[in-house]
């Protein structure tokens, strides 16, 4: 019963991270039609901004919000400079179909070596404000943290904006509607253009975020997040690839399910549980678990 | 039709023959890198054939070529087989994987395919250490034997040159047979109208599958050249830059171009390597920032050959003469 409950917990706390991630691959695909891989090096590089901060204020409450900042402006500048011209490009021929993919592995690769380059690729410690140490309930001790409280709230925080500025604000309508039909939104007036640019941005800040609550509990180096765009994509796709709420439960589904197989069956899984749930998803859900409206051969 | 297929055969033997005589005037360096750029270029082919003409993307090829090394590796550790057995039951064994990969990929396109992939390329090092049999992070040795004495005096790196030249030789005549036969011919009928190529009676699944299977045995077979230079099979070997390197070297030269591309991909890949090697040994970086600056520019080469020439530079200056006849010509072709 013990294990039941401490499975349950970490898997909510773990999921959520990946739920950010996922949330993060979903908006860029939304409004761009893009798998964005380069996005564990954007989310590690907003880590190391974070890590800065921590060095230089010892605040871990002023990193989480200056990470999720850089993380924003380094998307829009990759969206810009890089995705933008480059779907002008690379329309015809060979490479049409793989451009995009072909190009975010490139990125991800400048920025794994940049940040090597620039931080070393030895291992950084992100100490967490709050304790690590389970909780103590009478005589047992559960591996639940409040660390893993924190991670939980922040992530629900920034879910709960998210999903406000989505359905509530003129803002979020004119993403949905740059995301749905950007023909017709254009010619109702939205710059999509600009809209798909702040589609960008709010996903480099939540993968900015996934990265500096991951941290704390592992070490951070230049390749330590590549894991997490595993799982994100893998949380992503269980959620159908285009829809937000889709991203949120895929990630709690895969949190879960990770940490039920780690409890049970062994840690020595963890590399393969998500391999295997992504294969089973495609092949029996290929809308995932919730249904979207697209083929998978969009 | 049968001219053309001797006269290529001719043009592969001519190209053995000058790398062979060519291997006994070079240095111990020089051959190793012959073998590095051989295993480079069976690796391009298998994502020439794979992307460049059946429209698929694998990131997941340096798992294949890992699995295809383990294969061998295992193989001459446990059985003691020959050498040239262990290489036919690596390719096998790599293309068994893709079929099981294949099977799913031919349901999934582009960027799920690619996550899939890139899945596949993260959680495959990773379960190695599970299993002590596979040797852990330290791997295991791989022994490529040595000539046979007819051959005389040989030295081993010769010998390894030898090898991965002519498993490289062997594979670009295979990928190219392929290539232009009516697999090939439906490859691209798929990758250019997959419903047109429906109507005309293609089974685009089954299409798309038989290309995953031979790219996942060509990239094994790439796997056990690379382990033989290495001499050792180890996790590290394979990491996700390998398969990076490898769609580097594919997309430089154009991503459909097996010959010249693949050899102009490997070439640059390796010459890459040199050149960063001497200017930070020149300037006494250490190996670390070395190894750094090199992925930083392969990386970079890729975003840029990409966004600059994204069909390769033949197509590029195609591309600008047709333009430029167009223009002269008032409109008229």
Same mark, same amino acid.
């Given at each position: ?6 499975? #349950?917990? #970490?898997?909510?706390? /773990? ?23 380069? /996005? ?112 939980? #709230? ?26 749905? /039909? ?31 609550? #991951? ?47 780690? /409890? ?35 | ?43 391009? &082919? ?15 090829? &340096? ?29 096998? &064994?790599?293309?068994?994987? &893709? ?185 006494? $970086? ?33 591309? $600008? ?13």
């Amino acid at each position: 019963m013990n294990q039941f409950i401490s499975s #349950i917990l #970490i898997g909510f706390s /773990q999921g959520s991270i990946y739920a950010l991630m996922a949330l993060a691959l979903v908006l860029v695909f939304r409004s761009t039609r893009v798998v964005n891989f380069a /996005q564990a090096g954007q989310a590690m590089v907003s880590t190391y901004i974070g890590w800065e901060v921590i060095n230089r204020t010892g605040s871990y409450w002023l990193a989480i919000p200056i990470a999720a900042l850089g993380g924003a402006i380094l998307a829009v500048i990759v969206q810009n400079f890089l995705m933008r011209p480059l779907s002008k490009r690379t329309s015809e021929g060979a490479i049409a179909p793989v451009a995009n993919i072909i190009v975010t592995l490139g990125l991800l690769g400048v920025l794994h070596s940049g940040a090597a380059i620039i931080w070393g690729s030895e291992e950084k410690l992100l100490t967490s404000p709050v304790s690590t140490n389970g909780f103590k309930i009478g005589e047992n001790v559960y591996p639940f943290s409040a660390t893993d409280v924190l991670i939980i #709230i922040t992530s629900v925080i920034v879910m709960l904006i998210f999903a406000f500025i989505f359905k509530k604000t003129n803002l979020g309508l004119a993403l949905r509607a740059a995301a749905f /039909q950007p023909e017709i939104s254009r010619l109702a007036g939205i710059r999509v253009d600009r809209v798909q640019t702040i589609g960008w941005a709010f996903s480099g800040a939540a993968g900015a975020v996934a990265g500096v609550l #991951i941290a704390p509990g592992s070490y951070l180096n230049p390749y330590s997040l590549d894991i997490l765009l595993v799982f994100g994509f893998v949380a992503a796709v269980i959620g159908g690839l285009d829809s937000l709420v889709g991203a949120a439960v895929g990630g709690i589904v895969l949190g879960l399910t990770l940490s039920f197989t780690s /409890q049970y069956v062994g840690t020595a899984l963890t590399f393969v549980v998500p391999f295997v749930v992504l294969l089973v998803v495609l092949l029996l859900r290929p809308n995932g678990l919730l249904g979207g409206r697209s083929s998978r051969n969009a | 039709m049968h001219n053309h297929h001797r006269r290529r055969l001719i043009g592969f033997a001519i190209v053995g023959i000058l790398l062979f005589l060519l291997s006994n005037r070079v240095g111990v360096l020089r051959l190793y890198q012959g073998s590095t750029v051989s295993m480079y270029v069976i690796a391009i &082919g298998s994502i020439v054939l794979l992307t460049g003409f059946s429209g698929q993307i694998s990131l997941g090829n &340096g798992a294949f070529m890992a699995l295809g090394a383990y294969i061998a590796v295992l193989l001459q550790t446990y059985l003691s087989l020959p050498l040239v057995l262990t290489f036919f039951v690596a390719v096998l &064994g790599a293309a068994f994987f &893709g079929l099981i990969l294949g099977v799913a990929a031919a349901r999934l396109s582009g960027p799920y395919l690619a996550g899939t992939t890139l899945a596949l390329a993260v959680a495959l090092p990773s379960l190695v250490n599970q299993f002590p049999v596979l040797g852990g992070e330290q791997g295991l040795m791989f022994n490529a034997g040595s000539a046979p004495e007819w051959l005389g005096e040989v030295s081993r790196f010769k010998w390894l040159f030898w090898i991965s030249t002519l498993a490289a030789i062997i594979a670009c005549i295979g990928i190219q047979n392929i290539l232009k036969s009516r697999y090939g011919r439906t490859w691209k009928a798929v990758r250019s109208n997959s419903t047109a190529a429906e109507l005309s009676g293609i089974s685009s699944a089954r299409s798309k599958v038989l290309a995953f299977v031979i790219s996942a045995g060509i990239a094994g077979l790439a796997g056990v050249v690379l382990a033989l230079t290495a001499g050792t099979v180890a996790p590290g070997a394979f990491p996700l830059s390998l398969s990076f390197a490898i769609i580097t070297g594919a997309v430089i030269a154009g991503i459909s171009s097996l010959l010249p591309g693949s050899v102009v991909g490997a070439v640059v890949l390796v010459g890459m390597s040199q050149l960063v090697g001497t200017f930070t040994s020149r300037f006494q $970086m250490g190996d670390i920032l070395a190894e750094n600056l090199k992925e930083l520019i392969v990386s970079a080469l890729l975003i840029l050959a990409v966004v600059f020439t994204p069909n390769g530079p033949g197509e590029k200056i195609r591309a $600008m003469r047709e333009h430029r006849k167009h223009h002269s010509h008032g409109g008229v072709r």
